[in-house]
């Protein structure tokens, strides 16, 4: 059974790895947007992914039907896990610059709107202890 848990994870792996490849190779090679490239190589990996699922779910199924959940829970956590990574990688890597301006920018907006509502919280709450 570690065996098949080391295929399961190793196949998830290999995904990534094939789609983070492809990524870098089209982006630097074609003339096809990132967000096209990073929808390409996510369907890539969802349907890697499925083909790991499905081969898992023919071979502990009929062993045991614990063993199938746990690899279903683990799969998941994997897929969340590397669409998130392979998302901040390719952002990092090609649109580093954007990437850290808008979260900057995000960051000063929601730093101000929250400064707003604190001021506007305390004044409230000054207005409510004199009444």
């Known amino acids: ?3 098949a848990y080391s295929l399961y994870t190793v196949s998830f792996a290999g995904a990534f790895l094939v789609s983070y490849y492809y990524i870098n190779y089209a982006t ?3 003339l096809i ?4 490239n990073i929808i390409v190589a996510s369907v890539m990996q969802l349907s890697i992914y499925s083909l ?10 009929q062993e045991k039907e614990a063993h199938f959940y746990i690899g279903l829970q683990l799969g998941f ?3 969340l896990i590397s669409q998130l990574g392979l998302i901040g990688l390719a952002l ?4 580093k ?3 850290i301006q808008l979260a900057q920018n995000a960051w000063r907006t929601s730093k101000e709107k929250f400064l707003k509502i604190h001021k506007n919280i305390r004044s409230f709450s ?3 202890t004199k009444n």
């Open 92 to 95: 990092y890597k090609f649109k």
């Open 28 to 30: 630097e090679h074609a």
């Open 33 to 36: 947007r990132l967000y096209a």
């Open 1 to 3: 059974m570690i065996l």
């Open 126 to 128: 000054k207005a409510q």
């Open 77 to 79: 956590w994997l897929v």
């Open 52 to 61: 790991s699922v499905f081969g898992w779910l023919l071979y502990t199924f």
């Open 97 to 99: 610059a954007e990437t």
